[in-house]
């Protein structure tokens, strides 16, 4: 009878901690539907940077069977963002406008949004939806590891400090490839270490499938190939004093080798349906126009053109093209600033500073408590070694080449480590709660993740232009800029705000993905090079910071003048809005051409500023 009651009690816990689960992700879920669709009084979220180029492609991947948009990035998860659209009569293609056969993903996605007919913001819920969903099945994915590893309990409140996580609210609801590439990293982990324990063809085929699924999620999942035969060689070690060092190496290479062979398979058969009608001369156009023309990359050029003439064959190339697209991306490097500092090249300390600015304040002491705690406690049974191997491995291969990288334009690069990081979190907190000092532990964690729920909960709905408590609201402009803080999603708050305080003209520099034109009637374009102006002008923080560099380089204007100004107000964290009086221009800057107007500088479509 005593067995039965608790066999019933043990039951009854699960049934508790998976409704928890539940409303816990429910609730994440309706603060990223609700941030980016708009409530309460809010419009929502424009479109952002990167789905002016994601979303097009996704549609014609879905729609046409035609790879030719956006090949720097494998296809699932735009895919997946774009099955609603594909599926909705209504919605109109990029394919009749002279972008599709430019193969100009850019000018495919200002049409699609604003110049076919259809409502951008239609386009902008159906495509994000799914986007929310895969954000949701990490947090179930999150939920199940943790809880298998370390309990219920624990695995609740990692799935907690993920639910309320900010910088995961801010890109899991957009049309973007970080959150899936997190997804990716824990799935294919996940997967990897059951064919690594069972080593069974069952389990080794999931993972296979699992790392697959993960390839077509983002190409930095490649980096998995170098965690996995790390993880193999620290797995033969753990395991050395039970058999011999090099038979436990090679029993557990094997597996790997399978792992990543079937992946492989499976990232090629998947791509084929996306690539299936994409033109043979198409194919080859992307690939001379993508690969730097020099005698170095012949070779490459030369062996993809050989794979151009059939579906199969060009799927494995088209693959390829997307890896060393990749490569040269990150080697190539963006405008980076952060904290007064402005450079085209990278910055080494860009990410740690970054991260310490954007993360809530919770878990930067959970995770240095449980660096802590990891010394303090080093590992001596297998098991543990083994989950603490799994933990931060990812992490550490992952940070290393990003640190190494040139691609600091904002700590959403950062997005596969975070589920890792909650696990150590959760590892620590495992470890401290079969402690004598398990209340104060429970205690003290109480009152972080309430805080850190309060937190997020004060700063929704902008998740983008989140920064911790250190950084006063109005000086975030001033530390991060790009999809740190500022992609371009607050344009229709910028409309809000213009037509709440009846403005009837306000020049307009804006980045992002949508046009101030098509919301803002009042709107007329506007750039620093103009150089100083009066009257209202609503200007985005990256080309704030970013036209001061462009302007030493080239010798124009930048927006340095506006330094001797107040902002009227700071819309969403991201665009600064002045008010400036001709007299006071005209007293600070006698000479300058502040009386020039902004239809004598008409800018084309070609020229609109945007970055991946």
Avoid at 550 to 566: C, D, H, P
Avoid at 577 to 592: A, Q, R, W
Wanted: proline content about 5%; hydrophobic content about 45%; glycine content about 6%.
């Amino acid at each position: 009878m005593l067995k039965k009651t608790k066999v019933f009690l043990t039951a009854k816990k699960k049934v508790i901690a998976y409704v928890l689960a539940g409303l816990i992700l429910l609730f994440m879920f309706l603060m990223a539907f609700f941030s980016s669709r708009g409530a309460f009084g809010d419009p929502g979220d424009s479109a952002i940077v990167d789905e002016v180029a994601h979303i097009p492609a996704g549609y014609t991947y879905d729609k046409d069977h035609d790879y030719r948009l956006n090949p720097e990035h494998p296809p699932l998860a735009k895919s997946l963002a774009a099955l609603p659209l594909a599926f909705d009569k209504d919605i109109k293609g990029p394919e009749t406008n002279w972008s599709w056969n430019g193969i100009n993903q850019w000018e495919a996605g200002w049409y699609m949004l604003y110049d076919a007919g259809n409502n951008p913001k239609t386009v902008l819920d159906l495509a994000r939806l799914p986007m929310m969903l895969v954000m949701i099945v990490l947090g179930v994915m999150l939920f199940k590891w943790a809880s298998e590893l370390f309990g219920k309990k624990v695995g609740l409140i990692v799935l907690i400090l993920y639910a309320f996580y900010p910088d995961v609210l801010a890109h899991g609801r957009l049309v973007t490839t970080d959150v899936p590439a997190a997804l990716g990293f824990v799935l294919a982990t996940y997967f990897f270490d059951k064919a690594l324990n069972k080593k069974t063809w069952g389990w080794i085929l999931a993972a296979g499938i699992a790392f697959g699924v993960a390839q077509l999620l983002k190409f930095s999942v490649f980096l998995l190939f170098l965690v996995f035969l790390i993880l193999v060689i620290i797995k033969a070690t753990i395991d050395r004093k039970q058999t011999n060092f090099w038979r436990e190496l090679w029993a557990n290479f094997k597996p790997y080798f399978w792992v990543c062979l079937i992946s492989l398979i499976f990232v090629i058969l998947a791509y084929i349906p996306y690539v299936l009608k994409t033109p043979a001369a198409i194919e080859h156009q992307l690939i001379e126009t993508n690969l730097t023309q020099d005698a170095r990359t012949l070779p490459l050029r030369n062996f993809l053109h050989s794979l151009e003439t059939n579906a199969i064959t060009r799927a494995f190339g088209h693959y390829l093209l997307g890896i060393f697209l990749v490569i040269g991306r990150v080697g190539g490097g963006n405008t980076t600033f952060i904290l007064g500092h402005l450079s085209d090249k990278s910055i080494s300390w860009y990410f740690p500073v970054a991260w310490l600015l954007k993360t809530s304040i919770p878990i930067i002491l959970l995770t240095f408590w449980s660096i802590f705690m990891f010394f303090a406690n080093w590992p001596k049974d297998k098991k543990t070694k083994w989950t603490l191997s799994l933990i931060l491995t990812p992490v550490l291969v992952y940070w290393g080449f990003t640190l190494k990288g040139q691609l600091d334009i904002g700590i959403r690069h950062l997005m596969p480590t975070v589920p890792f990081v909650l696990l150590l979190i959760g590892w620590a907190l495992y470890h401290a709660f079969k402690t004598k000092w398990v209340k104060v532990y429970s205690l003290i964690t109480g009152i972080l993740v309430i805080y850190m729920v309060a937190s997020t909960l004060y700063n929704y709905p902008n998740f983008i232009a989140y920064f911790n408590e250190f950084t006063p609201k109005n000086e975030r402009y001033e530390r991060l800029m790009d999809s740190s803080l500022d992609w371009g999603q607050d344009l229709l708050r910028l409309k809000k705000y213009v037509d709440e305080n009846n403005i009837k003209e306000i020049k307009v520099d804006y980045f992002g993905g949508g046009v101030p034109s098509y919301y803002i009637p009042e709107a007329s374009e506007w750039h620093a090079y103009y150089g100083p102006t009066s009257g209202w002008l609503a200007v985005s923080a990256t080309f704030i910071q970013s036209s001061k560099l462009v302007g030493r380089q080239e010798g124009t204007w930048s927006y340095e003048w506006l330094e001797n100004y107040k902002p009227e107000a700071v819309i969403g964290g991201s665009i600064l809005i002045y008010n400036i009086s001709p007299v006071d221009l005209m007293t600070n800057y006698p000479k300058s051409p502040y009386q020039i107007k902004s239809s004598e500088h008409s800018t084309t479509a070609n020229e609109r500023k945007v970055g991946l």
